[in-house]
């Protein structure tokens, strides 16, 4: 009379090759206990294995979707990805050389705004739908706290833009420099103009900023200005800044053309540590084409350029 007695996985180790897995069934005939090999179970991952032992022993496996319940889920990957870009380029020690709460709330509002841009009493709810604030060490912050820490950013602009200066720009580089316009609405803001609109919203008051960069376009500071203030007005201004305050007296500054105006370059002319690279008006190429000091032969011969026009 034959007895199952029981399955079992038995492992025949190999000095050369790995080991042999083998499922052995053993049973009783009489008083006599014999095994038989069932499966030859080399070929299967070690997983694998370890759940057939495992079923073999009396364990009841389950799926992880009935195991677990999910009560949170929150988005990490696009959060770790700017932080650590923020980290390899040294943003927290360009805020502060030591750590403290508004540092911390500064970097979190720059990871939002890059993420998803938003109000600041949208951004302190919409940064708990992701690992940010966590990420930041910001988890109770409100909207008056986000407002304290850019009061405390805006004292620490100067630091921080001849920290930018040290770090971008250097003697004899290019500096690109540029207004622009943001349209406001409210009431209660001085510097808030009808102005040159130039996102397109006629009609309504404006801001204009002035940002300075590398030759890269890496911003290095930024000007704040009333809602009419005419371009070629803040050109002479960021010269004389990039000296006293930065340092740089060999540059050459380049701007559009209504940036950079006659009087701008009748005044850079005079020092001969600063150049200046623009576009000549309509007018100014009218005059030297008539004067024959540009041969637009040139342009054909060098092929430096290309123009189709009506």
């Not at 540092?103 to 940010?132: E, N």
Request: aromatic share 6%; hydrophobic share 40%.
């Amino acid at each position: 009379m034959t007895i199952n007695v029981g399955m079992h996985i038995h492992i025949v180790a190999n000095r050369n090759s790995s080991p042999t897995v083998l499922l052995h069934e053993s049973y009783r005939e009489g008083a006599k206990v014999c095994k038989r090999t069932l499966a030859n179970l080399s070929g299967l991952t070690a997983s694998q294995i370890e759940s057939i032992r495992r079923v073999l022993r009396g364990e009841v496996l389950q799926p992880v979707a009935q195991t677990f319940e999910i009560t949170r889920s929150r988005a990490h990957g696009h959060v770790q990805a700017v932080a650590l870009a923020m980290q390899r380029l040294g943003f927290a020690s360009l805020l502060a050389s030591k750590p403290c709460p508004e540092r911390d709330l500064v970097q979190a509002m720059v990871a939002s705004r890059i993420i998803c841009p938003a109000t600041k009493l949208a951004t302190t709810r919409l940064w708990h739908t992701s690992t940010l604030a966590q990420e930041f060490g910001v988890p109770d912050a409100t909207e008056d706290d986000l407002y304290a820490a850019m009061d405390w950013l805006l004292a620490r602009q100067d630091r921080i833009q001849k920290k930018l200066a040290t770090r971008l720009l250097q003697e004899d580089s290019l500096v690109l420099y540029d207004l622009s316009s943001s349209y406001f609405e409210g009431a209660h803001c001085p510097l808030a103009k009808l102005g040159y609109s130039r996102d397109g919203k006629r009609g309504t008051l404006q801001v204009n900023y002035g940002l300075l960069t590398d030759d890269r376009g890496c911003p290095v500071a930024i000007s704040v200005h009333p809602g009419n203030t005419s371009d070629s007005t803040t050109f002479m201004p960021q010269v004389q800044r990039l000296r006293e305050e930065f340092g740089i007296q060999r540059m050459v500054m380049v701007g559009d053309r209504g940036m950079i105006s006659q009087k701008a370059i009748d005044e850079m002319s005079k020092d001969a540590d600063v150049a200046w690279i623009t576009a000549l008006r309509s007018s100014s190429i009218r005059t030297l084409v008539e004067q024959r000091h540009l041969q637009l032969g040139l342009f054909d011969e060098r092929n430096l350029l290309e123009i189709s026009s009506p």
